[in-house]
Structure formats: structure tokens, C-alpha cells
Nanobody, 123 residues
Framework: QVQVGESGGGLVQAGGSLRLSCAAS????????MAWFRQAPGKEREFVAF????????NYADSVKGRFTISRDNAKNTMYLQMNNLRPEDTAVYYC????????????????WGQGTQVTVSS
């Protein structure tokens, strides 16, 4: 069983920055494909970014390309999402997800989820 937990959400003005963190335990972190998803009120949960187990491969949703950066530190069992130039439409609960093996864009592929952290961007 893998335990996953997010931190770092908050309230920020449009154009500002936040960094989210996700810690995982219960399995060697370097064997986990990791991703961020988000869910805005009244909308379905959507893919934001993923990173491979080694960190060598990343993928982003078009809506965040050039503004968000996903990274990981396998020595610290932690994944990050640096969010710059935030927009009101980025407001959502952000979830960290983990799966054994390769990372994926589909939320159905992930077995382990955090509780989510709220990000609110004011205009």
C-alpha cells in the first residue's frame, strides 16, 4: 500500500506562483510513476502533469505548458509542481497520484491518491 499526501496549496493573486509538494511512502519512491490532477467545482478531475519514475520523462496538459513544472527528488520521496503565472482558471483542488511503473495521463491508471490541496487564484 502506498500513502500519498499533498501540501502547499493556498490563495494567490493572478500572475503569482505556488509550489505544491507530494510525499509518498510504502513503496520505493523511485518505482512509482507520479502525476498531478486537478478538479474545479462542477467539473471532472483532469490531468495536469506526470513524471516518470526516474524523472527523465514529463508530460503536461496544454493548458499549463510553459507555466507549470513538475519535478521529483527520489532521495526525499517527494514530487513537486511549480506553478507560475497562475490564472483564475487554475483554481481547483490539486491531487497527487501514484502508480507502480510508468506514468500515465489517465486518472483511471492510478491506484493511489492524496486527499488534495486547494489552490485559489484571485483576479
Amino acid at each position: 500500500q502506498v500513502q500519498v499526501g499533498e501540501s502547499g496549496g493556498g490563495l494567490v493573486q493572478a500572475g503569482g506562483s505556488l509550489r505544491l509538494s507530494c510525499a509518498a511512502s510504502g513503496r520505493p519512491f523511485s518505482t512509482l510513476g507520479m502525476a498531478w490532477f486537478r478538479q474545479a467545482p462542477g467539473k471532472e478531475r483532469e490531468f495536469v502533469a506526470f513524471i516518470s519514475d526516474s524523472g527523465a520523462s514529463t508530460n503536461y496538459a496544454d493548458s499549463v505548458k510553459g507555466r507549470f513544472t513538475i519535478s521529483r527528488d527520489n532521495a526525499k520521496n517527494t514530487m513537486y509542481l511549480q506553478m507560475n503565472n497562475l490564472r483564475p482558471e487554475d483554481t481547483a483542488v490539486y491531487y497527487c497520484a501514484a502508480r507502480s511503473g510508468s506514468a500515465h495521463t489517465s486518472l483511471n491508471e492510478y491506484s493511489y491518491w492524496g486527499q488534495g490541496t486547494q489552490v485559489t487564484v484571485s483576479s
